[in-house]
């Protein structure tokens, strides 16, 4: 079974913090998303990365920013978050992009005050 | 540019009754289609999924959906539904490329099914 895993279930973070994200995957996709999803607007995509060291940008990458250095663990960066950042997190994976189907990690919710 | 639309934000129904989740999308190419869960503080999961051949997929826990091209629909059923399946359910896209952001999933806002005993 595919296993996406991210590093904290919920997470508490001050106004201004750099905040960290951490998803790992263990069946070595090519792919990982990280997702931003709130209530009545679904899932948004931030950022995707098709390869090591390769990333490109979704729909709201503003105020965000990722890091990939390996396969297997794609990072979000919040370089100073705000309030309007409070939100579930979720990160996913693909094997290739032909395969089309995503696996999700459980989530983050983050929650900035 | 793709767009996907779950007709109704919250579905109440009663335990051992029929269910119906709609989603239409609008998309000028062929697509792939996928129906997700997501169970209360968890992420999502593959509920079934279309790519080719049979219009009417089977997933998983009794739910199945039907790929109408005519209509851009792709309804989501179960005959019977359970207390479990209390969730909220995606409805999500691919237009099948895989050049830059082609074959990205894009998703619908969700449904949130709520089943009462």
Known sequence: DVKVTQSSRYLVKRTGEKVFLECVQDMDHENMFWYRQDPGLGLRLIYFSYDVKMKEKGDIPEGYSVSREKKERFSLILESASTNQTSMYLCASRSRPSSYEQYFGPGTRLTVT | ?117
């Open chain 2, 1 to 117: 540019a793709q767009s996907v639309t779950q007709l109704d934000s919250q579905v109440p129904v009663f335990e051992e009754a029929p269910v119906e989740l709609r989603c239409n999308y609008s998309s000028s190419v062929s697509v792939y289609l996928f129906w997700y869960v997501q169970y209360p503080n968890q992420g999502l999961q593959l509920l079934l999924k279309y790519l080719s051949g049979s219009t009417l997929v089977k997933g998983i826990n009794g739910f199945e959906a039907e790929f109408n091209k005519s209509q851009t629909s792709f309804h989501l059923r179960k005959p019977s539904v359970h207390i479990s399946d209390t969730a909220e359910y995606f409805c999500a896209v691919s237009d099948g490329g895989y050049g830059g952001s082609q074959g990205n999933l894009i998703f619908g806002k969700g449904t949130k099914l709520s089943v009462k005993p």
